[in-house]
């Protein structure tokens, strides 16, 4: 399995200037490589191949015009050009029906003021004893190591984000070691004012990061709306935005991870439920609280780590009524406002909490557990097998082969 670790680097102002050429380099090749496959499509033509456009690379080197592309590695400028070959790759496939999850749009022209990342491969780039990492014409750049690396990287990637931040990317081969089986099991509820409610009566609270940082958004997007295009003051006015949002989505990520792995540790099977989050996002009054939790993210984390530690994770269908019946007898009590958090069944008298009947009845649906009183019948819905220790399937693998851990 492939895993990425992220490290933070803080390079000095000339290695900064000298990345900012890289990076620009690297934007250039990939804007005239996917300038001029576009132009042979509209001629009828088929895509060039990555030796061609690596060839055109090399005499483009020559010219007066692109001389300057010498200045930096060659490395991630043929890096550039394979990535750019397995985003239309990825897009062919989609169209085709060939690759599972949402479609994949075409290629993209690469921006200045976006995300700016350039590849070295294993050759590429050196781990020194100083702890530093040394990579050509640039030199030896500080690592911040939050965590020693199990392996040796197959490849490193430096990433500067719209805040002004520097990291470095390591992708390995590695075999995590499989925690002891246990016969625990556990239903997850998703909820807004409760962002996850488990079947043994636990509650967890988001930190909900944009919710806190609301005040100080609306302030600092008036601040660049009034800043006239092209001006420094614009541009900082940009980079105090682009912190806000950095730090925002580092604290919901932080959380996830730290959910996500502490439910893996404790139990065996993992049965979550499958939801619209698309089209709850419609709802006008819901879609600022619900992008705000990261549910799917929660989701996406919790499949990788159950294929990487040998866990059981289930996806039950999102029609099932788990809100609506009793986790004692099973009466359907029928749908129910969202402002009506506890109810009482008729039929067997129980008083329920909304969010942990709702939890208990995915679990019940997911055919791993009994209830308390051991009275509920089997669901008949089939659950949705997402991964079940070392007999996960092949595009499962290769789905969640890149982990990004922090």
């Known amino acids: 399995m492939k895993l990425r670790y992220r490290y933070r680097i803080y390079p000095t102002n000339r290695q900064k200037w000298q990345l900012a050429k890289l990076f620009g380099c690297c934007r250039v090749v990939w804007n005239d490589a996917l300038a001029f496959c576009q132009e042979q499509y509209k001629k009828g033509e088929k895509k060039p191949s990555h030796n061609e456009l690596s060839k055109m690379l090399t005499q483009a080197k020559k010219t007066e015009e692109k001389e300057w592309l010498t200045s930096v590695s060659s490395i991630p400028l043929q890096q550039i050009l394979k990535d750019l070959d397995q985003a239309y790759s990825n897009f062919f496939n989609s169209c085709k029906g060939q690759r599972k999850g949402q479609k994949v749009k075409s290629p993209r022209f690469k921006k200045r003021k976006s995300k700016q990342s350039a590849r070295f491969t294993e050759n590429g780039f050196q781990l020194r004893e100083n702890r530093q990492i040394y990579l050509p014409k640039i030199g030896e750049i500080e690592v911040i190591w939050s965590k020693e690396l199990p392996a040796t990287p197959s490849s490193a990637t430096i990433i500067k984000d719209s805040a002004d931040r520097y990291f470095v990317s390591f992708?390995?081969?590695?075999?995590?070691?499989?925690?002891?089986?246990?016969?625990?099991?556990?239903?997850?509820?998703?909820?807004?004012?409760?962002?996850?409610?488990?079947?043994?009566?636990?509650?967890?609270?988001?930190?909900?990061?944009?919710k806190k940082q609301m005040k100080r958004l609306r302030k600092l997007q008036r601040h660049l709306s009034r800043k006239q295009k092209g001006s420094k003051r614009r541009e900082i006015a940009r980079k105090k935005l682009a912190k806000v949002h950095a730090k925002i989505s580092d604290t919901r990520t932080d959380f996830i991870h730290k959910l996500s792995t502490k439910i893996i540790r404790e139990n065996q099977t993992i049965v979550l439920e499958d939801l619209n989050v698309s089209g709850m996002m419609k709802n006008r009054k819901l879609s600022r609280a619900i992008s705000d939790l990261g549910w799917r993210s929660l989701r996406t984390t919790l499949e990788a780590k159950s294929i990487m530690y040998g866990r059981d994770f289930q996806v039950i269908s999102r029609w099932e009524a788990t809100s609506q019946k009793c986790s004692c007898c099973g009466l359907n009590g029928g749908k129910k406002e969202l402002s009506v958090r506890e109810w009482t069944c008729l039929n067997c008298g129980e008083i329920h909490d909304r969010d942990i009947n709702a939890a208990i009845n995915i679990l019940v649906a997911g055919g791993q557990s009994e209830t308390l009183n051991g009275c509920r019948r089997k669901s008949k819905t089939v659950p949705k097998k997402i991964a079940i220790s070392s007999e996960a399937s092949t595009h499962q693998k290769d789905k969640f082969e890149q982990l990004s851990l922090f």
């Open 171 to 210: 992708i390995f081969e590695v075999n995590p070691e499989q925690l002891p089986k246990n016969d625990n099991c556990v239903g997850i509820d998703l909820g807004i004012t409760v962002f996850a409610t488990l079947s043994n009566g636990e509650k967890i609270t988001s930190p909900k990061p944009l």
